[in-house]
């Protein structure tokens, strides 16, 4: 997620800028960009790491007494220069720095280029600059108060004017904003680390809240108008446990993060009931409804996210779809056409199988989409189109937010493609849409429970073995379970389809190795229990992940970890969390680093 920092005071605001965005560094970015003022507003961004600002600030550093500071991670427009923050209105009065998607910014741009203002940027953020220009009418305060009644979407975002030198205005609604009180002078960030080399002091700005902050004291109040007054804390954590806001582990913090990043992905993609893509797409409606086959290719835990998508795909559009490991895909010379689609997985946009794939299927003449985290990935650059997911970086090599995110972005993808060869009624599309902007707040439920979890990972912490047993949507999350468990305990672990485990499998079974069974509800509910009796009858523990309110299922499992209920298709997202949290307890218990399991890498971009 992109950073922000603030400053008001006594002090040189440059060092404290750059200090901050230094201690924000761990969030992942693609630029950084510093705005002092001092009379005049300077500007100074550059595209690629700290180092790159820090020497353009060698050659000419701007002197003031209040600034604003960003990293960003690029999702309105290419990471570049242009694109990096601060931004400024046309007539450089104002500077913004902004966390979050404005929505409706394409609409809120054409208006404002149609009053005369121009643009230097491709993002969403520059609109801010330019609404506050517009509303200005001799208070900054009231300009930002008008401006966020335009908005539509999540911010946080800070702003400075040479009209008024003596303050900043930030906001926050749906992305993080914390103050730092000081003596004599005051803070903004966008979390505590930035800040906790100059204070301990914070006060968290809640949602639908906006703040005047002067070197005198801060001012808070709700977008109603009304004033809050709300005393600060002191953070006594150090600077490695704030980073982490708390959490012990970066995944497990990551773990935490997934509703949000499912909301992120969805967030913007339902309008009036059509399912929306981004803008670079080139897919038309004939491309979309020409498709013969489609070939999901990934690697790692992206591919069990494909197979999901192999699922919902052929439920929701009815188009046939096979899912390939990259590394496969690449040299087995499939059978491609123009009316093949491509779907190319990578958090990264840049692991190297996938990316040949996508490339030598391309070649072929397949028409070309790309799920990523990263926007002006090599993926994202050589695809005809892309769903970004928007989860943030991902600090953990284990991924399990991105996971989630990628699953989100499949869902709308294939309601897209529903959507356009109409193999789904609008009133399906409706509660299929409706399910899923239900799910960020079940899956922050269901992790407000997790003693249950904690109790099962010590029962089976010492054990050699684990089998992962699923069926339909139940067997991508059953092989992504067993993948975090063995890629972070180092525990030897398979994840099989359900029916298949009399092939082979179940000769391993015995007393020593636990098997967990992925029993949501389903079509094939029966028919995982009878796996389940298979299982029990050879001397096995069962550990079950079943659906809120499945009473039946404690006559067959040993643990069962509920989640919230939801669809069958969409029931991958929910139930994958708590596998996550097994493997993550089961390593912790065994004292492996669960942030850097060995031999792994975050991003694979060689062959």
């Not at 991958?572 to 060995?598: E, M, S, T």
Request: overall charge negative; aromatic content about 6%; hydrophobic content about 40%.
């Amino acid at each position: 997620m992109c950073g922000i920092v603030g400053y008001i005071g006594k002090q040189d605001t440059v060092p404290i800028l750059v200090d901050g965005l230094k201690r924000l560094e761990y969030r992942g970015y693609d630029s950084a960009g510093i705005a002092v003022l001092n009379g005049e507003i300077s500007v100074i961004r550059r595209l690629g790491k700290l180092k790159e600002l820090e020497s353009a600030l060698l050659e000419s550093t701007p002197a003031g007494f209040v600034g604003i500071g960003h990293t960003r991670w690029a999702t309105h427009g290419k990471p570049s220069e242009e694109n990096a923050h601060p931004h400024t209105d046309c007539t450089g009065g104002f500077a913004v720095v902004h966390n979050g998607i404005i929505e409706n910014y394409s609409s809120l741009r054409e208006e404002l280029q149609a009053k005369g203002h121009t643009f230097d940027s491709e993002t969403d953020t520059e609109t801010i600059a330019h609404l506050v220009e517009e509303n200005y009418k001799g208070d900054l305060l009231d300009a930002v108060k008008a401006t966020i009644k335009q908005l539509k979407g999540s911010f946080a975002m800070a702003i400075i004017s040479k009209h008024e030198p003596d303050r900043i205005i930030a906001a926050r609604k749906d992305s993080p904003l914390v103050l730092g009180i000081g003596d004599g002078e005051n803070f903004i960030a966008s979390d505590i680390p930035a800040i906790l080399g100059s204070t301990r002091e914070v006060i968290f700005l809640n949602n639908d809240e906006l703040v005047e902050v002067t070197g005198d004291g801060v001012n808070i109040f709700t977008f109603n108008d009304v004033a809050v007054d709300r005393d600060s804390f002191t953070v006594h954590w150090d600077f490695e446990a704030a980073e982490k806001r708390g959490y012990e582990d970066f995944m497990l913090k990551e773990i935490h993060e997934q509703p949000v990043a499912v909301k992120e992905t969805i967030r913007s993609r339902f309008q009036k009931g059509k399912v929306v893509l981004e803008t670079s797409s080139n897919l038309t409606d004939d491309m979309v409804k020409a498709i013969s086959k489609i070939f999901i290719v990934a690697c790692g835990t992206s591919y069990h996210a494909g197979l999901v998508g192999k699922n919902v795909i052929e439920n929701w559009a009815r188009i046939p779809v096979e899912v390939d490991v990259a590394s496969e895909f690449r040299y087995r010379n499939p059978i491609i056409n123009e009316s093949t689609l491509v779907v190319a997985i990578s958090q990264s946009g840049e692991t190297a199988d996938t990316l040949a794939s996508l490339r030598g299927a391309k070649a072929d003449g397949a028409k070309v989409f790309a799920i990523s985290n990263v926007v002006g990935s090599s993926i994202t650059r050589e695809a005809d189109g892309t769903v970004y997911t928007h989860a943030g970086p991902e600090i953990g090599v284990a991924a399990t937010k991105t996971l989630v995110s990628q699953m989100a972005a499949i869902y709308v993808l294939s309601l897209y493609l529903a959507q356009v060869r109409g193999t789904l009624a609008q009133n399906e599309i409706n509660n299929i849409i409706a399910e899923l902007n239900e799910l960020p707040e079940k899956m922050n439920e269901l992790l407000k429970d997790i003693n249950g979890i904690k109790s099962c990972a010590m029962e089976f912490s010492d054990c050699k073995s684990f089998l992962f047993l699923g069926r339909g949507i139940g067997v991508p999350v059953a092989m992504e379970g067993a993948l975090k468990l063995k890629e972070i305990s180092y525990i030897h672990a398979e994840g099989y389809a359900a029916g298949e485990m009399k092939h082979g499998p179940i000769a391993l079974l015995e007393r020593s190795v636990p098997v967990v069974v992925v029993a949501t509800e389903g079509h094939t509910y029966e028919k995982v229990i009878s796996n389940i009796q298979e299982v029990k009858a050879r001397d096995a523990q069962v550990v079950a992940v079943a659906t809120e309110g499945d009473k039946e299922i404690k006559n067959h499992a040993d643990y069962v970890f509920y989640v919230p209920r939801t669809s069958e298709l969409l029931s991958a997202i929910p139930a994958v969390v708590p596998l996550q949290l097994l493997a993550y307890y089961i390593a912790k218990i065994r004292g492996c680093n669960v942030d850097q399991p060995r031999n792994l890498a975050k991003s694979v971009t060689v062959e």
